[in-house]
């Protein structure tokens, strides 16, 4: 809907987040020693702990091997999990031939793919990886891969890709105050549970990558988790502003909540575990923009000298194409994971292979046939277990704490409008108000007129009806 105001809630914020990113400027500029570094590190903490609340309790994983496949050098398991009961992960794990003791371990978290551990450019990252004496766990994110939440639905415009799916579960969550980033999160958590149930991996050696929406887990994990000794996000690291200003649509998970109200960006995430190595990649031409990117590198690696860091523990590499996990950012990472593990000879990769469906962990390639419990269920019973735990407020209760959550004036005053040239649809006239609500906002209002004549007053009738488009 056309309205003539379509960047006001827009540009409130810019200015909004502009003022938090230059206290924040401001407050880096005057660390100038271990002792000031080191307490930044621990309020950035701080706060993004409360942001992946609530942390559930860990409950058995009953992970399960459902098949093998042998290829030249490694091998790959199809491995099930649960990460909450009867929430099934499917996952690969790539174990080297003829491992002489406990080999580096990785992590790999999936970008928006719909094939999930199974797109071609992860299987990749994986292969260059395990192929060069590194234990890689990649596993699907929510539906991709093989977890399809919304298997049995048949009308699916709504969850049609992942994106779609991911902020359908985001919204849910959020009615019971839960954030989706940290279900992804805590998937990610689970998986290295596993990886470290493993005689064959050194838990002191544990890496960390994802491309995109990997990338993004890839962050916000590597700042919860101290188990995770290195860590390389793909095109994702930018700036929260960078993203506001260039108008970039984004997943529930890509925004944790309260992060940036107590002043925090995307580089204090990886500030947060200074000075274990870190390694930022990017691309030349995505749209994840690079001079954000630059700049977040620059802040983490002024921290790192002021904590000492040793050579190389935090790292920059932008690749020369677009948006994707190529295979110059593939070898890059991999690089640095080895340099960080002490393995002296790289191999370099030329040429990897597409396994698709054979990667399958479940018979059917879904977990939902499988046994699992859709994430709308889960949700379902925690909001069931709200329900029951919930005092009915009365009308004048609900009316005060709807006025506090909304944060709308005490005062019964009506807020200034302006009355709008009119216009027409469907053969009806239609009156438009703009309604200033705070600062630059307003509220665009539109009315269907009997006499077009009481365009130019807000006049309200006894029966208000008011449409609001999906």
Known sequence: MRTGYGHMVLDDYVAKVRAVREDRSKRLASIRTRKQALAYQEEVLKAIRKSMFPRPRKTPLNAQITGVIERRGYRIEKVLFESRPDCLVTANLYLPNKLEGPAPGVVGSCGHSADGKGEPLYQAFCQRLVRNGFVVLMFDPFNQGERDQYFALRQRESVRSSTHAHNMMGKQLELIGEWFGAWRAWDGIRALDYLLTRPEVDPTRVGLTGNSGGGTMTTWIWGVEPRFTMAAPSCFVTTFLANLEN??????????????????????????????????????????????????????????NILKAPTRNSDLFIGPQGHGYSYHNQEAMVRF???????????????????????????EGEVIPAGATPIYDLIGE?????????????????????????????????????????????????ARYAVETEANIRALLRKRLAVPANSHTLDVEPTVHVYLPH
Do not use: W
Not at 253 to 273: C, H, S, W
Not at 343 to 352: D, L, M, Q
């Open 247 to 304: 108008e970039l649509p984004a997943d529930s998970e890509q925004y944790p909540p309260g992060v940036i109200g107590a002043g925090l960006e995307m580089a204090d995430f990886l500030i947060a575990r200074a000075p274990q190595p870190v390694m930022l990649l990017g691309q030349t031409y995505c749209f994840f923009d690079r001079r954000g990117l630059q700049e977040a590198y620059g802040e983490v690696n002024r921290f790192y």
């Open 337 to 363: 994971f080895a340099h960080h593990v002490k393995i002296k000879r790289v191999v370099t990769v030329r040429k990897t292979e597409d396994l698709g469906t054979d990667l399958n962990a479940t018979p």
């Open 382 to 430: 925690k909001a069931g277990a709200i329900a029951e735990k919930r005092k009915k407020l009365s009308k004048t209760d609900l009316q005060k704490r709807l006025v506090s959550l909304l944060n709308l004036s005490q005062r019964r005053t009506v807020p200034h409008y302006r009355c709008l040239r009119g216009t027409a649809e469907g053969g009806d006239r239609l």
